[in-house]
């Protein structure tokens, strides 16, 4: 072997899976504390999971719900917010609009050569509330 680094290289870079992410960041636009509660849908995640995070006034609150080997092919489920979740709510608050509505959320996607994150955007503002 005349290049055994060249080699080396090559088969590291054939032998990488890559990865898939879907993080979910929620923006406290409002002037108060919020206390977020959250609940993953099993069906869909393949765990049961519920958190409750408090996130001050401007803040952001990250949600890492998707981190696996492989780069997805097919992404679609990820390309729809809120990906894995089954309800959202705000502590001792009455909300005016559905937080799992697809329209008032923001994906934006991110791609490398074997890797790919979308970033599912919820922000939170005062006409969410009654």
């Given at each position: 072997?005349?290049?055994?680094?060249?080699?080396?290289?090559?088969?590291?870079?054939?032998?990488?899976?890559?990865?898939?992410?879907?993080?979910?960041?929620?923006?406290?636009?409002?002037?108060?504390?919020?206390?977020?509660?959250?609940?993953?849908?099993?069906?869909?995640?393949?765990?049961?999971?519920?958190?409750?995070?408090?996130?001050?006034?401007?803040?952001?609150?990250?949600?890492?719900?998707?981190?696996?080997?492989?780069?997805?092919?097919?992404?679609?489920?990820?390309?729809?917010?809120?990906?894995?979740?089954d309800?959202?709510?705000?502590?001792?608050?009455?909300?005016?609009?559905?937080?799992?509505?697809?329209?008032?959320?923001?994906?934006?996607?991110?791609?490398?050569?074997?890797?790919i994150?979308?970033?599912?955007?919820?922000?939170?503002?005062?006409?969410?509330?009654?």
């Amino acid at each position: 072997m005349k290049h055994p680094w060249c080699t080396l290289s090559c088969l590291a870079l054939m032998s990488c899976e890559g990865a898939t992410y879907v993080d979910q960041r929620f923006t406290n636009a409002t002037q108060d504390t919020l206390w977020l509660g959250c609940r993953n849908n099993p069906a869909l995640t393949g765990w049961e999971w519920q958190e409750v995070w408090m996130i001050p006034p401007g803040a952001t609150q990250v949600h890492y719900a998707v981190d696996q080997w492989g780069k997805c092919h097919e992404c679609s489920d990820y390309e729809v917010a809120p990906y894995g979740l089954d309800s959202l709510w705000a502590e001792g608050q009455t909300l005016s609009v559905d937080w799992l509505n697809p329209s008032l959320w923001t994906v934006d996607v991110e791609e490398g050569l074997t890797w790919i994150r979308f970033n599912q955007n919820l922000r939170i503002v005062p006409s969410h509330f009654d």
